[in-house]
T-cell receptor, first 111, second 114 residues
Framework: GQSLEQPSEVTAVEGAIVQINCTYQTSGFYGLSWYQQHDGGAPTFLSYNALDGLEETGRFSSFLSRSDSYGYLLLQELQMKDSASYFC????????????FGDGTTLTVKP | NAGVTQTPKFRILKIGQSMTLQCAQD?????MYWYRQDPGMGLKLIYYSVGAGITDKGEVPNGYNVSRSTTEDFPLRLELAAPSQTSVYFC?????????????FGPGTRLTVL
């Protein structure tokens, strides 16, 4: 099976940098994905790490270490609009499309 | 491209009623998913499909049924609605390749069972 753990809440101030961690126990996976969800909205894709290392997309970066069963999402130059929930997710290659999400981290950005 | 569409957006059901949540995508994606999200919680996989005619159970399939007769459509059927099925339901799709894993989500259906 697949299980992913994330901190439930993180708080940071505008302009700061915040890291949201995701540790996982899986029997294998294609890669680690990150999604953002604003209150009342649908999840939207942010980033995907197929290989170990850092992927950068503007203010957002994501990191994966398969040997440590660990990944993180790094948000830089925080803005108020970054206040949202963030989810890590994996798909199981031994079970075709089966997808598992973490329980999510609620990020609150304060002025 | 409309992406992933879901209908209805909101629905109130009485206990024991049935309904079908509609989901359609126009991106020719093979993989489609149904999730439920309870308040303050993560996404729980109900059912998924890797192509037309192929469906499989996810983490929380009890009380639900699905079908996938075409690539585009993936309806979710609730039989004998119960208060425990009050939730927000999201449909999603992806191409299914291993080099990318972007799931595209519909806007969701907010269901209340009273």
């Amino acid at each position: 099976g697949q299980s992913l753990e994330q901190p439930s809440e993180v708080t940071a101030v505008e302009g700061a940098i915040v890291q949201i961690n995701c540790t996982y126990q899986t029997s294998g996976f294609y890669g680690l994905s990150w999604y953002q969800q604003h209150d009342g909205g649908a999840p939207t894709f942010l980033s995907y790490n197929a290989l170990d290392g850092l992927e950068e997309t503007g203010r957002f970066s994501s990191f994966l270490s398969r040997s440590d069963s660990y990944g993180y999402l790094l948000l830089q130059e925080l803005q108020m609009k970054d206040s949202a929930s963030y989810f890590c997710a994996v798909r199981d290659p031994t079970n075709a499309g089966k997808s598992t999400f973490g329980d999510g981290t609620t990020l609150t950005v304060k002025p | 491209n409309a992406g992933v569409t879901q209908t209805p957006k909101f629905r109130i059901l009485k206990i024991g009623q049935s309904m079908t949540l509609q989901c359609a995508q126009d991106m020719n994606h093979n993989y489609m998913y149904w999730y439920r999200q309870d308040p303050g919680m993560g996404l729980k996989l109900i059912y998924y499909s890797v192509g037309a005619g192929i469906t499989d159970k996810g983490e929380v399939p009890n009380g639900y049924n699905v079908s996938r007769s075409t690539t585009e459509d993936f309806p979710l059927r609730l039989e004998l609605a119960a208060p425990s099925q009050t939730s927000v339901y999201f449909c999603a799709s992806t191409s299914g390749g291993s080099s990318t894993d972007t799931q595209y989500f519909g806007p969701g259906t907010r269901l209340t069972v009273l």
